[in-house]
């Protein structure tokens, strides 16, 4: 049997799932454990399906299998958000449309924090940089509605980067920036995703050196 990698999982989950996070009126239902294919979490009254069968759970890097049916829901939730900031797929209404009318996106490392539409600015400031931008999963951790990631993002160094001493030429390069994301969702949107980016790795691979030199003769 041909195994399923998780990029074939998110594009999966994002159209099954993510556009349809508010189907039908139905009564609550308690989240239990999973049992066979798709699941459907109650949230607010309305159905979200989270289209997760078993064994596309087992391709994914999961620290727990042992996922309530809430939990598999959040997931698809944050594997749609990243289909929908990957280079090949980008669609950044999508991504807008998973965040409550109040969440906020926290670039952590940055500082930055972006709401509303400025959410899409992060996106298409990275896809500009790296068009073929992608994040690769090495390890998820579902723990009711807070969803923990150690992943890479990864892309080719293909577009100029804006910078405070001017812009930076693309050279080609290949990128593998080490990342944490933490995401934390509300009634199956997000609510707050915290983002930690390996920047200093990211700047060498793009050919940018930290001047310390520079920085150690100016103190």
């Known amino acids: 049997m041909k195994s399923l990698g998780w ?3 998110i594009a999966t989950t994002a159209m099954a799932s993510l556009g349809s996070l508010a189907i039908a009126a139905a009564p609550t239902q308690a989240a239990s454990p999973v049992a066979g294919s798709a699941q459907v979490q109650t949230v607010n009254g309305s159905e979200a399906q989270a289209a997760l069968s078993p064994r596309e759970l087992s391709a994914l890097p999961l620290t727990n299998r ?10 698809a939730v944050v594997l749609g958000a990243y289909h929908d900031a990957e280079g090949k797929s980008l669609d950044v209404d999508a991504f807008i449309n998973s965040f409550t009318t109040d969440g906020v996106f926290n670039d952590e490392v940055a500082g930055q924090t972006y709401q509303g539409k400025a959410l899409g600015d992060v996106l298409t400031r990275m896809a500009a940089i790296f068009p073929d931008v992608h994040r690769d999963l090495k390890s998820i951790t579902v723990n009711g509605d807070v969803v923990s990631l150690e992943l890479s993002i990864q892309g080719t160094f293909e577009g100029p980067a804006q910078t405070p001493a001017g812009t930076l030429k693309p050279n080609g390069a290949k990128i593998d920036a080490p990342t944490a994301d933490f995401w934390y969702l509300q009634d199956g949107k997000i ?15 793009m050919g940018v050196s930290l001047d310390w030199a520079g920085a150690v003769a100016k103190g």
Not at 66 to 75: D, F, M, S
Not at 191 to 205: E, P, R, S, W
């Open 7 to 9: 990029k074939t999982i």
């Open 191 to 205: 609510k707050k995703f915290d983002c930690y980016v390996g920047y200093t790795d990211m700047y060498a691979q």
């Open 66 to 75: 042992h996922l309530t049916r809430r939990e598999i829901a959040n997931l």
